[in-house]
């Protein structure tokens, strides 16, 4: 298994579950490069303020926004130029941010901005409100429609067999009005011995050009700039998958000033301990505590309910979410760049930049494929000519179509996009994966531990059952004991108050009351004296007749705990009191058993209770009596029987979270503590969710396996039709960009389940 460091500190609500991201299954490194895509300059929204420069040791880690690096064709370009400059350490990529962080000695970060503005990039280091704000210029598409035309009229010109200096003029005119930004790109990648699809197209067209196939080489370049378009409006569903949250925040807030009156500010000037007024409709715009009124809140964006959430005076309540019909004040107690929604967004950004196996392999894949193309075209272009006597034309107009045709373009979106969109699908559903790899794996977790109390139960006791022994009337019994109960803060007594309460039953006055430790409490009601205890208590009154004895057996063998009302004549009426298992909690196993995960509920209860609850929900295994470390060893004896999830809330939970290969955080809303360190983070108390993170990634998985072959196998069977004889270079452009928006539209699919 994975870890053997020691638990952290928890909250309440959350699990320490510190990570070193090395895992037998194949983990991803915490600080893996970014690699993710959108093959031209199309705008995004910048989702989060550039961090500040970081010392670590002698080094710097600079973070760089680079509005032109959106794909894989920049960051290929980027590492080659900057990785052997001296003074650069390491170099961390976020496509879909455009943030360049750039581990390097003080004294380099010049010549690193330098050498980006050689490539034709803008850097930018500073973190103003003008910077985070700035986007790529749109490109304009009136000069890709005049090429459009010129290049169809120079087609028409090549069918009539007119002048060929006319569809020569044509064709020119279509290639500089929309292929001069891909000769620019081209030229700076070929100068810094770089190979991507600008300098390959550039070569292509160019050698078309010099064969004499004018209106060929205008129309690949037309299509080339239009697929290029067509491709960076898909992926901008991508980019802004997660940014779209943003706009759930309203820009402004009505905020209580020092004199008591009331103003609209922007959120920037907001300070923490501000009040805040919402009326009925409004979005919340930072995170708070009532202190005022009362509504119900839908918090879907966040959390995937589908049902407004009840909230009063104490409760919390947090950015993005609606306010439904009530108007309430609220304390605020997080600025606008820490609320729960910005760590929300911060946490799914880190989570993009940490590739996952599949990406990593077809990084890997694509490293080699390209030269390999590369050097058969070559061959393609040289070989037959010289060692068959083969026409120098047609075997240098197949080696051009072999390069327009090996640019792994489509291979190298298909993996991120898919994941980005698999992240996205489920933050938008409330569950938060920390990474692609996670959301890979899930596909293969076959164990799953739950920890008992508020995971599968509410871990708050309720009377479950109630039996009137003596005469009176069952109402008084209950009144009697909820009196008693009252004067008591052990949960078993106030699950009988609040049973009471539930029936209206008012308490009546109790004197002489009094403790009786490991047995229960006592007191006088109207002159009386009245006894509520446990099986211990009981025996020790007199009183305990063997039926008795066996009805207090059978409900203690089903995990619940039993309280007797006594007085002196004997026992009145009995309770039962349990922690009631969710009412989601049997289908949601019932869910992960179609999966074929099998579950172990992990419990420090008794064995007793641990058995009976596990039965109620149909859980495999139980084990009672778990120590925190008899958890953890518990998970580590798993080792060897496919993947292990741990799933729990409590800080007990935390050794075994941290020896399991998925750790899922239950309840994450309010703490970011579970935000920041579990693999996953279920942001409400809905166990169904495990379940659907699971299906989740066995149908990413299944779109990965679909993009990888479809990219090589759409360029495959075009391979052999241009060695065959039967290519030409519209095919080749087809080959490309039609494989690069085939896996970009199956990707994104992940956003519309």
Not at 101 to 126: D, K, N, W
Request: negative net charge; contains cysteine; proline residues 5%.
């Amino acid at each position: 298994m994975k870890h053997h460091h020691p638990p952290h500190q928890h909250d309440e609500h959350a699990h320490e579950h510190s990570h070193d991201h090395e895992h037998d299954h194949g983990h991803a490194e915490q600080h893996a490069h970014q690699h993710s895509c959108g093959c031209s300059g199309a705008a995004a929204s910048t989702l989060a303020a550039l961090p500040a420069a970081q010392a670590t040791g002698e080094l710097l880690r600079t973070p760089i926004r680079i509005l032109q690096m959106d794909c894989p064709t920049e960051e290929a370009l980027i590492r080659n130029k900057l990785s052997h400059m001296p003074g650069v350490q390491d170099m961390e990529f976020n496509l879909m941010q455009r943030v360049l962080t750039v581990s390097h000695q003080p004294a380099v970060l010049p010549g690193i901005l330098a050498a980006l503005r050689s490539l034709g990039f803008e850097p930018q280091t500073g973190d103003t409100p003008a910077a985070r704000a700035a986007q790529p210029a749109p490109a304009a598409w009136w000069p890709l429609a005049l090429a459009g035309v010129a290049a169809a009229a120079a087609e028409v010109c090549s069918w009539l067999a007119l002048p060929g200096w006319l569809a020569g003029l044509l064709a020119l005119a279509a290639i500089l009005s929309c292929g001069l930004s891909t000769y620019q790109k081209g030229w700076i990648a070929l100068r810094n011995r770089t190979l991507n699809i600008n300098a390959l197209m550039s070569i292509a067209v160019t050698g078309a050009l010099l064969l004499g196939q004018w209106p060929e080489a205008a129309m690949v370049m037309v299509l080339f700039t239009l697929a290029e378009r067509i491709e960076a409006h898909s992926l901008e569903r991508a980019r802004n998958a997660i940014g779209s949250l943003l706009q759930l925040t309203p820009p402004q807030a009505m905020v209580q000033q020092a004199d008591g009156s009331w103003q609209n500010m922007a959120l920037a000037d907001i300070t923490i301990g501000g009040t805040v007024r919402v009326a009925p409709g409004e979005r919340i715009a930072l995170d708070g505590v009532l202190l005022a009124g009362s509504s119900s809140v839908n918090q879907s964006a966040m959390t995937g309910e589908s049902l407004p959430v009840e909230k009063n005076v104490g409760d919390s309540v947090y950015a993005g979410t609606l306010n439904a019909s009530g108007s309430f004040e609220y304390r605020v107690t997080a600025a606008a760049n820490d609320t729960m929604l910005a760590r929300i967004i911060h946490a799914v950004e880190q989570a993009q930049g940490a590739r996952a196996p599949t990406q990593r392999f077809v990084d890997n894949f694509a490293r080699y494929y390209t030269p390999a193309v590369f050097l058969l075209a070559l061959a393609v272009a040289l070989l037959p000519p010289l060692l068959a006597g083969g026409s120098w034309h047609d075997w240098l107009y197949k080696a051009l179509v072999l390069l327009v045709i090996a640019c792994p373009c489509a291979l190298v979106i298909s993996t991120p996009v898919t994941i980005v969109s698999g992240l996205a699908a489920a933050a938008r559903r409330g569950i938060l994966i920390k990474g692609g790899v996670w959301l890979e794996q899930g596909r293969h977790l076959r164990w799953l531990a739950l920890d008992k109390t508020g995971t599968i139960t509410h871990g708050k006791p309720e009377q479950t059952d109630f039996v009137a022994l003596g005469e009176a009337k069952p109402g008084d019994y209950q009144q009697l004991a909820a009196s008693l109960a009252g004067r008591s803060d052990h949960p078993v007594s106030q699950a009988l108050s609040r049973a009471a309460a539930q029936q209206a039953l008012a308490p009546l006055p109790v004197n002489q009351f009094r403790a009786l430790p490991g047995r229960g409490i006592q007191g006088n009601i109207a002159g009386r004296d009245y006894l509520l205890g446990n099986q211990r208590l009981l025996q020790e009154s007199g009183h305990c007749p063997p039926a008795l004895a066996t009805q207090l057996a059978a409900l203690e063998a089903q995990g619940k705990s039993v309280v007797v009302l006594l007085d002196d004549s004997g026992a009145l009426a009995l309770f039962a009191v349990a922690d009631t298992i969710k009412p989601g909690s049997s289908a949601a196993i019932a869910e992960l058993h179609q999966l074929g995960v099998k579950t172990l509920m992990l419990s420090g209860d008794n064995q007793a209770t641990a058995t009976a609850i596990a039965s109620q929900a149909g859980i495999d295994e139980a084990r009672g009596n778990q120590l925190p470390q008899d958890k953890a060893d518990a998970i580590a004896a798993l080792a060897g029987q496919g993947l292990v999830g741990m799933v729990g809330d409590g800080i007990n939970d935390a050794p075994a979270l941290a020896r399991a290969d998925i750790g899922f955080a239950m309840g994450a809303m309010g703490s970011d503590t579970a935000i920041e360190t579990a693999d996953v983070a279920l942001m409400d108390d809905d166990l169904a969710k495990i379940p659907a993170f699971v299906r989740l990634s066995r149908t990413t998985h299944a779109i990965l396996v679909q993009n990888i072959a479809l990219a090589l196998g759409i360029k495959a069977v075009f391979l052999l039709l241009t060695l065959l004889g039967m290519g030409s270079m519209w095919m080749a452009v087809f080959a490309d960009v039609g494989a690069s928006l085939l896996v970009v539209g199956n990707g994104l699919r992940l956003l519309r389940k």
